[in-house]
């Protein structure tokens, strides 16, 4: 499993167009995100990591 700083690293080493966004807390339920976001605008996004590849299901 990948750390959060490690992350960024593969996503360039392969291309990627991403961008990460800090929180001064972890989001782990929709209750924790209503702090950041709104929540009528918000999509679920899980990340799965099979191997080595990350999938991100919307």
Partial sequence: ???LPE???LL???NCDFG???HETP???TQDAEQY?????AVPTHVVRLNR??????
Avoid at 37 to 41: I, Q
Avoid at 53 to 58: D, G, K, Q
């Fill in 20 to 22: 990460l966004i800090a």
């Fill in 37 to 41: 976001f709104d929540l009528a605008r």
């Fill in 12 to 14: 360039l080493d392969n």
């Fill in 27 to 29: 989001i782990r339920s």
């Fill in 7 to 9: 992350l960024p690293v």
């Fill in 53 to 58: 590849i990350l999938a991100f299901i919307v």
């Fill in 1 to 3: 499993m990948l750390s």
